[in-house]
């Protein structure tokens, strides 16, 4: 086994352990050389307030133990936002280009061999690409934005572990990648009442209407299970509060300033559900079913207080 | 020289026109060319328009037809291919045909104000060459497109996207089909009898060109009646017997004047002597106001029938016009079916009508959600509409438009039927006149505001079901401004956990 190698495992072992529970991660975080610098103090949600995007990045980054703990030097790397509306960066619909922008210069950094950047979007695409700022901001930082508006980009994959939904058409960028990083926005839904990270997986498969009619929320938990994302980073900074997911106009649209990072979906869509229900309050945090079911699943947990939380104001 | 300069001219236009037609990616989003054709230009009573071209005409003559018209540089196409293989081929001299082009055009008026548009839109220069161009032209340019984005692709490159290509109507497919062949054949072997015989636009613009200031004159003393002149002349117009030019027939193509070896041709101000000539046109002229005077009486007897079957039918579902075409009887009125908006569609929501509008309104647009539904943001088709069918629409104005309403089928929706969750309808709506609203078992449900919806059709195009859909506004209503939400908490929060 040579050094490349034994260091994927070990990164590969660590994201699974990361997604399974979080109590192992310190210790397999320590056991890391080389590229994890990783110490005792790491977080496993960093939840920051009150900063530009890029500098919230830097400081969540940094409580997690920085990005080398989640991808390796010559990995090919996928981000994965959400670009699924025809809105521009005010509006909140799709993930804050300059987020994305200050992810790639860190897989950059990091080593990262390919980093490719795509969403199956809602609204036409080209208009979702262009409006949301994101195809312009991810080429000019030097990552290859992707397209996905047609089904030949997509492969048939095996979901074992899925309830609903025992296979899908995911994207091949996903499915040929070695790591990928989910960047949700956070918004108000209307029928799942808040979308983030594990409701932008809709965004990697083909046929969304199969989603629909075989059961929204189990089929959005399995799809969770195929490949699951070595890091979840969720846009707070600015959120639909409401007449969600698009948000009507700019009166929709609070200017949160918040950012949340985890490898574990669930812990993380748990902490950005909390943050969400104080500001749109005529949601109640128990009623969003898709994070219990993500659980059960095995996803993660939602039990804030027996993993590390680290909460920093800027 | 002249030749020269309208042989660029020409193909700079149909380059540039046409790729207003197949351009998919936006590049040129308002085509202006479009929008300086006769036929529209009439239809909208774009007066602006209509008085330069004729200006244009009564200084030029029918320059128009050469180097404006698509359809007319197109048939120059067919005619310089025919000379390619047959190097000896030659015109000669036809007399007018009068009869058969008043005639003509007396009947489209006729179909046009029986609502039977159709018709008029089908023979109509600038649509019929604008279907060509979006039903046979541009699947071509898009299968290239796609080559070029399969091997782009390959390389990891990803600067080229490919593009669904689909058939959008088989009417209007077959239409354009025989468009092409009909008018193929005509100019490949008899030159410009279409725009002599068949087109309105030809025969209103010859009316006036008869009358032009600048026109191609023989020099009587130069010229020796070697014919060849005449023989060059896809028109039939010059009668080198005579030493007379059809001035309604000629299209200023200036291949006559190369053709002269005595030099006794030429582009320039006509001179008074012309008597003969005018006393010819006086007499044309009285067939043709009979013929106008005819057609006007008839066409006011005539009831506007068509239409009325159009909204009467109430088992099938009102179709949806488009955003700004204000009503089905304003679509019927202006559309010449030259289906730029269709082309022009992001996302493929216009098609060209089959008979949902009834039989004059075939091939005129018609929004159908089945490969996506019309982006809430979005007025290209409204912006481009060079024949006043679909009126321009900002995109607040638009907002507040509803060509069509949400219908909701709770019989069949998922959430009833199999009891799982489900909201994508409401998810893509961009006004919340589908919002889900709480039922059984913790489930949610959709609940439409009927008045809110602006007919985008986003919940029929995701609806795994069909279980919602949007029924057209036979004339367009105003869809009501949304309420804003207050329990919302704008600043002073915490994490939360």
Request: glycine letters at 8%; a positive charge; proline letters at 4%.
């Amino acid at each position: 086994m040579d050094r490349r190698e034994f260091l994927k495992t070990l990164a590969a072992a660590g994201a699974l352990v990361t997604v399974k529970s979080s109590g192992m991660m310190d210790v397999m975080a320590s056991t890391m050389p080389a590229t994890a610098t990783a110490s005792e103090g790491n977080a496993d949600l960093a939840a920051i307030m009150n900063g530009e995007p890029a500098a919230m990045l830097q400081a969540a980054m940094k409580e997690l133990g920085g990005i080398g703990r989640f991808i390796n030097k010559g990995d090919k790397i996928v981000i994965k936002p959400n670009i699924g509306w025809d809105r521009t960066p005010e509006l909140a619909g799709n993930t804050n280009p300059d987020l994305l922008v200050a992810l790639i210069k860190m897989c950059q950094d990091a080593g990262a061999a390919e980093i490719k950047v795509f969403d199956h979007t809602c609204d036409n695409w080209t208009r979702c690409y262009d409006h949301s700022g994101i195809e312009a901001a991810v080429k000019k930082a030097g990552a290859t934005m992707v397209y996905a508006h047609e089904r030949s980009s997509y492969q048939q994959v095996d979901i074992p572990k899925g309830k609903a939904l025992k296979s899908a058409e995911v994207h091949k960028a996903i499915v040929e990648c070695d790591k990928w990083i989910n960047v949700p926005v956070l918004k108000n839904h209307g029928g799942a009442l808040m979308t983030c990270a594990m409701k932008n997986h809709m965004g990697i498969v083909w046929d969304r209407r199969a989603f629909h009619s075989r059961g929204l929320h189990q089929c959005i938990a399995d799809i969770c299970t195929y490949k699951p994302a070595v890091l979840h980073i969720v846009d707070a900074y600015r959120t639909v509060a409401t007449n969600g997911p698009q948000g009507r106009s700019a009166s929709d649209v609070v200017l949160t300033k918040a950012l949340f990072a985890s490898a574990d979906i669930v812990a993380v869509d748990t902490a950005a559900g909390k943050f969400f229900t104080q500001i749109n309050k005529n949601i109640s945090f128990d009623d969003i079913e898709h994070i219990p079911d993500g659980q059960q699943l095995g996803l993660g947990t939602m039990d804030l207080e027996s993993i590390n939380v680290k909460r920093v104001r800027l | 020289m002249f030749r020269k300069i309208r042989i660029a001219v020409a193909i700079a236009v149909i380059a540039i026109l046409t790729f207003g037609f197949i351009d998919f990616a936006g590049i040129i989003d308002n085509p202006l060319l479009q929008k300086i054709q006769f036929g529209p230009a009439l239809l909208s009573l774009s007066i602006v328009t209509l008085v330069c071209l004729i200006a244009a005409t009564l200084l030029l003559g029918r320059l128009y037809c050469s180097v404006i018209c698509p359809l007319g540089i197109f048939q120059d196409f067919f005619n310089w291919l025919s000379k390619k293989f047959d190097k000896k081929k030659k015109y000669g001299y036809k007399t007018e045909q009068p009869w058969l082009r008043w005639g003509v055009l007396a009947v489209l008026v006729i179909a046009w104000i029986c609502g039977f548009t159709f018709l008029t839109g089908l023979v109509e220069p600038y649509s019929a060459y604008g279907r060509m161009a979006d039903e046979l032209f541009r699947p071509v340019y898009l299968f290239g497109n796609n080559l070029l984005a399969t091997i782009f692709e390959k390389f990891g490159n990803y600067s080229f996207f490919k593009v669904v290509i689909s058939l959008k109507s088989i009417t209007a497919f077959a239409v354009a089909l025989l468009t092409l062949l009909v008018v193929g054949h005509i100019s490949y072997h008899y030159g410009r009898t279409w725009c002599n015989a068949i087109c309105p636009v030809g025969t209103l613009l010859g009316f006036f060109s008869r009358f032009s200031l600048l026109r191609i004159r023989i020099d009587k003393d130069k010229c020796n009646h070697c014919l060849a002149c005449q023989r060059k002349c896809k028109a039939y117009c010059i009668d080198s017997k005579n030493q007379a030019i059809d001035y309604s027939r000629c299209v200023d193509c200036f291949d006559c004047i190369d053709a002269c070896k005595q030099k006794a041709l030429s582009f320039g101000p006509v001179k008074c002597s012309k008597a003969p000539n005018e006393n010819q046109t006086d007499s044309v002229d009285e067939s043709k106001r009979q013929f106008l005077k005819s057609t006007l009486v008839i066409a006011a007897l005539a009831p506007a029938a068509l239409e009325a079957k159009v909204t009467g039918k109430k088992d099938e579902r009102v179709p949806m016009s488009p955003p700004g075409s204000i009503s089905h009887r304003n679509l019927l009125q202006h559309c010449t079916a030259c289906h730029l908006c269709v082309s022009k569609c992001p996302s493929h929501v216009l098609k060209p009508a089959g008979m949902e509008y009834g039989l004059g309104g075939i091939m005129q647009p018609v929004m159908k959600f089945d490969d996506g539904y019309c982006n809430y943001d979005c007025n290209l088709c409204s912006q481009v509409c060079p024949a006043g069918a679909i009126r321009p629409l900002t995109v607040e104005q638009k907002h507040s438009t509803q060509p069509g309403r949400v219908v909701f089928n709770k019989d069949i929706c998922v959430v009833n039927v199999n009891r799982t969750s489900c909201g994508a309808c409401a998810e893509h709506c961009p006004v919340q006149a589908i919002h889900m609203v709480p039922f059984e078992g913790g489930l949610t449900i959709p609940q439409t505001t009927p008045e809110l919806c602006v007919g985008c059709g986003g919940c029929e195009y995701i609806c795994p079901v069909k279980a919602v859909h949007i029924e057209g506004n036979p004339v367009h209503l105003e869809a009501k401004a949304p309420e804003q939400d207050n329990n919302i908490q704008t600043d002073n929060f915490d994490f939360g956990f």
